[in-house]
């Protein structure tokens, strides 16, 4: 069974910076695609940042310049995450493409404070 846990939310001011990760039960290369979304209450989970296997990466124009995934060669996808804004609050979801199956990990809360 695929699982996927993140972990790295928490509380930063304005400006902070913080670094989620998303630990795989299984080979993180076995993954077409990696994402992050997040979601805030009353709103649609929307697409922050994603790595396909060849290692191309894609950003949503809110967060370009500000974010960065990546990963190792294990189990593990990074979102490393700078400059902070308010907007930025949210819960934040790691999702893996595995056979033609979206995986969703339980997310990990992200709170800026201004």
């Known amino acids: 069974q695929v699982q996927l846990v993140e972990s790295g939310g928490g509380l930063v001011q304005t400006g902070g910076s913080l670094r989620l990760s998303c630990v795989a039960s299984?080979?993180?290369?076995?993954?077409?695609?990696m994402s992050w979304y997040r979601q805030t209450p009353g709103k649609q989970r929307e697409f922050v940042a994603g790595?396909?296997?060849?290692?191309?990466t894609k950003y949503a124009d809110s967060v370009k310049g500000r974010f960065t995934i990546s990963r190792d060669k294990v189990s593990t996808v990074y979102l490393q995450m700078n400059n902070l804004e308010p907007d930025d609050t949210a819960v934040y979801y790691c999702k893996g493409v595995f056979r033609a199956r979206d995986h969703w990990g339980q997310g990990t809360q992200v709170t800026v404070s201004s």
């Open positions: 790595i396909v296997g060849g290692g191309t």
């Open positions: 299984i080979n993180i290369f076995s993954f077409t695609a």
